[in-house]
């Protein structure tokens, strides 16, 4: 997953699903995956500047649509 998303990383428009139905759209803020005592996470900024937190296990697919 992490190699996924660090390809993700210049994308400002990106959607996370997760296991649990969510959709997050945004642009990736950061990743997290070797920080002690710590599960693995991606942060998420939306177009409102809210910054969402979400654990590589509950993602369930990511969607670049800044692709063309």
């Not at 409102?48 to 979400?54: A, M």
Request: hydrophobic share 35%; proline share 3%; net charge positive.
């Amino acid at each position: 997953m992490m190699e996924k998303l660090q390809g993700l990383f210049d994308s400002n428009d990106i959607e996370v699903i997760t296991i649990d139905g969510r959709s997050v759209r945004g642009r990736i803020d950061n990743l997290r995956s070797t920080q002690p005592f710590s599960k693995p996470a991606v942060k998420i900024t939306g177009a409102d500047g809210k910054i969402t937190k979400i654990l590589f296990a509950d993602i369930k697919e990511v969607i670049d649509h800044g692709k063309r």
